[in-house]
Structures are given as C-alpha cells and as structure tokens.
T-cell receptor, first 113, second 113 residues
Framework: GAGVSQSPSNKVTEKGKDVELRCDPI?????LYWYRQSLGQGLEFLIY????????KSGLPSDRFSAERTGGSVSTLTIQRTQQEDSAVYLC???????????FGEGSRLTVL | AQSVTQPDIHITVSEGASLELRCNYS??????LFWYVQSPGQGLQLLLK??????LVQGIKGFEAEFKRSQSSFNLRKPSVHWSDAAEYFC???????????FGSGTKLNVKP
C-alpha cells in the first residue's frame, strides 16, 4: 500500500499477557517512529529508528517495552506483561530523510482489561 | 526541558468564522515547528511546517501559521473555517535531525453550522 500500515487496528488483552504491534512503513522511508497516544494526552515519543543506526529508545516507559526493526523496514513493538495503564493508541510514523514530515499510520488501539 | 503547550483543549467556532489555535513551545535549540491534523478515523496529516526564513508559512487546506521567536509561539490560523475542518490539531517541535518530535496535547475543533 501507499501509506503506513499498522496491525492489528484493535487489540483487547488481559492484564499480564504479552502483545505485539506491527508497523509497515512507506517504502523508501528510512526513519521510523513509535508514539503512544493516551486519552486526552498528546503523543508520547517511544522509540526512533534511522537506517542501520542504533535506535533511540529513550522514550520507552519501562523494560516491558521493546521494539525492533527488521531489514530496515517492518517494525514490531512488543509489550510484555501488559498493565492497564498500557491501554492507549500506539502510532507508527515513517519519514524520508531530512524532510521532517511524518507519515502516520492509523494506529493500533490497545485495551488491557 | 522540551515541551509543547496547546492551552485550548476544545474550541468551537461557527462555519465561516476565523480560527486561531495557540501553540507555545519550550526548546533549547533552533526549533523546527509543525502542525498536524487528526480527523476522526484517520492518521495524523501534516498541515504545515516551519524550518527557517519567512515566519509566516502557508499550508494545505487554507491554513497558515506564524512563528514568533520572542513569544515562543507558532499559532495556526485560518480566515474562514469549513465544517470539514472539525478535527483535532496537534502542534509539534523537533530538532534539525528529526530524531524526536515533541507534541502538544492537541486542540479539538468543533464547527457549528
């Protein structure tokens, strides 16, 4: 597809379970970002990938959160032992080098019961 | 610390009226500034950006924004609002290398017929 694709669009899980969220960026975009959007809050930066460089993980809220990007393309955000406060919309964005324009997916809505 | 403040959580304007959405930022270096719009059920879309030069920038959908360094502001304006402008608007600031963007908490715009 032409845009950033995220799956699943909705995920309901029980507290303590692990979840994986997937992001397929726009072809040719070297940078990829994960953000979290909680109800009534702005977008909270989680992690940034640029090419083959080491990712900037400074926004990950705890060691239960991890992300990887395979082959410079698809990225997976993993949340282990989910907690209710992890409930949010997880947004992925990609961008071409040096443009600053983020292209966002529609997000994965996570609900932890 | 880097931050973006959007003081207005909700704004309601009549169709055809003018609009100004406020954005103030705190940033330790030269800011690169952005406005994004999030329509219901859609991903965030870039409206406009400011990197340097003319402090009044034009964007898509008839929007413009003015960078005022002395006030640390980047307010979004539109002369005449259309019903289709009802959405949530986010201001963001980032560094020259675009490795991390800081977003405000958003302003939800309602448009009265």
């Amino acid at each position: 597809g032409a845009g950033v694709s995220q799956s699943p669009s909705n995920k309901v899980t029980e507290k303590g379970k692990d979840v994986e969220l997937r992001c397929d960026p726009i072809s040719g975009h070297t940078a990829l970002y994960w953000y979290r959007q909680s109800l009534g809050q702005g977008l909270e930066f989680l992690i940034y990938f640029q090419g083959n460089s080491a990712p900037d993980k400074s926004g990950l809220p705890s060691d239960r959160f991890s992300a990887e990007r395979t082959g410079g393309s698809v990225s997976t955000l993993t949340i282990q032992r989910t907690q209710q406060e992890d409930s949010a919309v997880y947004l992925c964005a990609s961008t071409r080098p040096n443009t600053g324009e983020l292209f966002f997916g529609e997000g994965s809505r996570l609900t932890v019961l | 610390a880097q931050s973006v403040t959007q003081p207005d959580i909700h704004i309601t304007v009549s169709e055809g009226a003018s609009l100004e959405l406020r954005c103030n930022y705190s940033y330790g270096a030269t800011p690169y500034l952005f406005w994004y719009v999030q329509s219901p059920g859609q991903g965030l879309q870039l409206l406009l950006k400011y990197f340097s030069g003319d402090t009044l920038v034009q964007g898509i959908k008839g929007f413009e924004a003015e960078f005022k360094r002395s006030q640390s502001s980047f307010n979004l304006r539109k002369p005449s609002v259309h019903w289709s402008d009802a959405a949530e608007y986010f201001c963001a600031v980032g560094p020259y290398n675009f490795n991390k963007f800081y977003f405000g908490s958003g302003t939800k715009l309602n448009v009265k017929p």
